[in-house]
């Protein structure tokens, strides 16, 4: 009988679990410190030495290359216990594990999708992303899946015994706490769609070229949790100081695992879904209803309807209510993304965005016209038939920018029968639109807590069929270079057309709220 020196093994519970998981796909997140770093080093470790030799490749990445040397280090702890001859190649240009029976683990940093023409081609049945949430979209992840191949065919290579080796896997292993600017599509596609530890199945028909016949294969994705519990060798003054961590969002995510936080959020100190969700109402008469804009095509663009009280009452729920002149309700919504996509844009013609936009007008007013193609596409809520007109709002400056010869996107949505007005982009309305919505948003919970429950000032709302609007804006990470906005990098177009509105709002007087 062999006997067997064991260098490392993993903890019971998620840490083992995440090793054993057969899925494609692997999240491996929840609290600090379960191990989830060892368990990636771990699981591509796991084939090492078995005969597959330089098929056997894998990558880690991350999205700076500072932000490699944690990993990198508790790689040496770990893969040094082996004593199996693996060396570390530390140079900038190679920054990998290497094995002498060929088997290769780098370690590399990238965050943008024009990052992965750096590796077009190339084979990596392992591919790993250290602290998922830092990458800002899914775009690199998504392109280094076509590199998440490998060349081995078993029936070509056989062990001494003459038995053949398994296929090799084909795997991404991902580990990452709740938080970051990559939260929202990190959620998106592991948490909201099953229940953690429940395996997502996607089963499409292929035509496999070793087959040559058509065959239905199966996706694995799963999203496993792992707490700081489970882990014995943590000393409890890092679990005290992780309870002491003041920003309740981050001591949420780090301490409980919960998906449920706003990430760094610009709003989120101020975002009270409970008190800015409203029931949709008929908007009265004098209010004026209009839209703004912002303008994409391989990035989503952004259309939202909105109703601005002008003091006069309002009927909601059978109850009539005034609202201070100037307060903003976000009444529909026309987001140029596919359903199931994050970010990514419809490549709409302006002229037929200006179609959609011109019938949505027209039923928001009741009018039943036939609808255009393209309004099936995209993410679109609205009410219709409750306002009696829509007027032309904000959009986008660039819009109205124009070469030699050349209609503008304003002019080729203007034939269309759809005017804008150029937004205030002057320098610094960035931060003046942010601090000014956030007053809107104050105002409305003032008025929640007032004896008479309405606002004073002009406040903020959304209709509750807002849905995209809801799951994107409270969420939107600060810029760390400049908290007091918005991180351009994130998904924030509808934030800017609504930053086009809130600037170009009237604010001429403010009536105190009377319920009648």
């Known amino acids: ?38 368990a990636q080093l771990a699981r591509f470790r796991r084939l090492v030495g078995l005969g597959y030799g330089s098929f056997w490749r894998g990558i880690i990445f991350d999205v700076e290359y500072k932000n490699l040397a944690d990993i990198i280090t508790q790689s040496k702890r770990m893969y040094r216990l082996f004593n199996d001859g693996a060396r570390f190649k530390s140079s ?25 023409w750096d590796y077009h081609g190339q084979e990596f049945p392992f591919i790993g992303f250290n602290e998922l949430t830092k990458q800002k979209s ?4 998504e392109a280094m899946m ?19 080796l398994p ?33 997502l199945r996607t089963t499409q028909t292929v035509f496999n070229p070793q087959t040559k016949q058509e065959e239905d294969i199966t996706l694995t994705r799963v999203a ?6 489970e882990n014995p060798y943590l000393d409890p003054v890092y679990v005290a100081t992780l309870m002491a961590i003041k920003d309740t969002n981050k001591r949420k995510a780090w301490v409980e695992g919960s998906w449920d936080v706003t990430s760094g959020g610009r709003f989120d100190h101020l975002w009270r879904e409970a008190v800015h969700v409203v029931k949709p109402f008929a908007i009265p008469a004098g209010w004026r209803v209009d839209r703004s804009h912002d303008w994409g095509e391989s990035k989503p663009f952004a259309n939202l309807w909105w109703a601005e009280s002008d003091g006069a009452p309002a009927v909601i729920d059978g109850r009539t209510v005034r609202f201070p002149r100037g307060t903003l309700f976000l009444i529909g919504e026309w987001y140029g993304c596919p359903p199931e996509e994050m970010n990514v844009g419809l490549n709409m013609p302006s002229s037929d965005v200006a179609r959609v936009v011109k019938w949505v007008d027209a039923r928001l007013t009741g009018q039943m016209v036939d609808m255009p193609v393209a ?18 709002g904000p959009a986008d400056s660039a819009i109205f920018n124009t070469g030699d010869n050349e209609l503008s996107i304003a002019d080729k949505m203007k034939k269309q029968g759809v005017e804008w007005i150029e937004s205030d982009k002057r320098p610094g309305s960035r931060i003046n639109g942010a601090s000014l919505f956030c007053d809107m948003l104050e105002a409305a919970i003032k008025g929640r807590d007032s004896e008479s429950g309405l606002p004073e000032e002009p406040a903020f709302y959304v209709f509750e069929n807002c849905r995209g609007w809801i799951s ?37 007087t403010t009536q105190t709220p009377l319920r009648l």
């Open 138 to 141: 899914s775009a690199f992840y």
């Open 472 to 508: 994107r804006i409270p969420v939107l990470p600060r810029d760390t270079r400049n908290p007091d906005d918005v991180d351009t990098a994130a998904e924030d177009h509808d934030w800017d057309a609504t930053r086009y509105r809130v600037l170009a709002k009237s604010r001429t």
């Open 1 to 38: 009988m062999t006997a067997y020196n064991i260098v490392w093994k993993p903890l019971p519970g998620s840490q083992s679990l995440a090793l054993s998981c057969p899925c494609n796909e692997i999240l491996f997140e929840g609290t600090r410190g379960p191990g989830k770093t060892a």
């Open 167 to 199: 296929s090799i896997p084909l795997e991404t292993f991902s580990t990452t706490n709740p938080f970051g600017i990559g939260h929202a599509w990190v959620k998106k596609r592991f948490i909201e769609p099953v229940p953690r530890g429940r395996v």
């Open 146 to 164: 076509s590199c998440r191949r490998s060349s081995f065919r078993p029936q070509d290579y056989q062990r001494p015994d003459g038995l053949l």
């Open 375 to 392: 309004a099936k596409v995209g993410q679109m809520n609205i009410q219709p038939g409750i306002c009696q007109r829509v007027a032309s």
């Open 92 to 116: 900038a240009s190679e920054l990998k594990w290497v094995w002498p029976t060929g088997e290769e683990l780098l370690f590399r940093f990238a965050d943008d999708e024009d990052d992965y």
């Open 224 to 229: 496993i949790h792992g707490s700081y519990k």
